[in-house]
């Protein structure tokens, strides 16, 4: 089993950045960031593989937003740039034990408590 803690959520104004962080218990194949907005399903951001470092993003995201790892920390980060409104929600940090690098939720074994981002106008 592994644990998965997220924080760096918080409100800031369109055109700001924020930066998540998922600490991990263990280590895993591959981790992803997913989000969900009021109203909507699950959507996958970004994925990362930890051996190889390949990354993966969503066309929404990318160009604004950067998935990266600590290796030493068993951390994965997500910095977020240029942020709008349409990037409200919670987010979700998730770990595949089988998955090189995923961006469907149910290639994912583990899931953190998500962290909440505001974008404000």
């Known amino acids: 089993q592994v644990q998965l803690v997220e924080s760096g959520g918080d409100l800031v104004q369109a055109g700001g950045s924020l930066r998540l962080s998922c600490a991990a218990s263990?280590?895993?194949?591959?981790m992803g960031w997913f989000r969900q907005a009021p109203g909507k399903e699950r959507e996958f951001v970004a994925a990362i593989n930890w051996s190889s470092g390949a990354t993966r993003y969503s066309d929404s995201v990318k160009g604004r937003f950067t998935i990266s790892r600590d290796n030493a920390k068993n951390t994965v980060y997500l910095q977020m740039n240029s942020l709008n409104p349409e990037d409200t929600a919670v987010y979700y940090c998730?770990?595949?034990?089988?998955?090189?690098?995923?961006?469907?939720?149910?290639?994912?074994?583990?899931w953190g408590q998500g962290t909440q981002v505001t974008v404000s106008l």
């Open positions: 263990g280590r895993t194949v591959s």
């Open positions: 998730a770990a595949s034990q089988r998955s090189p690098i995923a961006t469907i939720a149910h290639l994912y074994d583990y």
